[in-house]
């Protein structure tokens, strides 16, 4: 069974009540959620609080859920809208501390997190949509279709905005002595 029919499954046991089913749906893509939000804020502890945020969202939109099938995108597009809540909040309000920003994740090997840390820096120099767009497609392997229904965007919006963020990435990471 494909995650996306497990999870069309779940939805729907959930719009039906079953309380279990809501912790089986959210252990399934929680670690996905969370790693796309992380991605997008750049802290662990920003976007554990996000997450958390987008799981409310979900347990209180779940019923209106007409596309039972099509959950991934839907969360995605909630958890898209977060971040940019987020980030308009944060601008609005003045910084107190840089801590949040120099969190690492704890990561089994050494030289993998060396080349996550990498990745993420170059990443955080993009513009917000093409990173979100390499995410979305890269990090959380969503379909073109899917990046564009999430992003709000053509299909061909999404292509020209990967090819942008994979030349620009490369560029930053090259600059910075790595090979890509």
Avoid at 135 to 161: N, W
Avoid at 163 to 179: F, K
Wanted: aromatic share 6%; charged share 30%.
């Amino acid at each position: 069974m494909s995650e996306d029919n497990r999870s069309g499954l779940l939805v729907v046991r959930c719009q039906l009540g079953e309380r279990e089913a809501f912790g089986e749906l959210a252990g399934l893509w929680h670690d996905a959620l969370w790693r796309y939000v992380r991605a997008m804020v750049g802290s662990p502890h920003v976007a554990d609080d996000l997450a958390q945020d987008v799981w409310v969202a979900v347990a209180r939109g779940l019923p209106r859920l007409r596309e039972p099938d099509r959950f991934a995108p839907w969360l995605f597009t909630i958890a898209r809208r977060t971040v940019a809540d987020h980030r308009r909040e944060a601008y609005k309000t003045p910084r107190t501390s840089a801590g949040d920003e120099a969190d690492v994740a704890d990561n089994g090997s050494l030289s993998g997190l060396l080349t996550t840390m990498e990745i993420e820096a170059g990443l955080g120099e993009l513009p917000p949509p093409e990173r979100e767009v390499l995410i979305l497609f890269h990090l959380q392997d969503l379909s073109l279709a899917s990046c564009a229904e999430v992003l709000g965007v053509p299909p061909g919006t999404v292509k020209s905005r990967l090819h942008r963020a994979r030349r620009t990435l490369r560029e930053i990471l090259t600059e910075r002595g790595h090979e890509t």
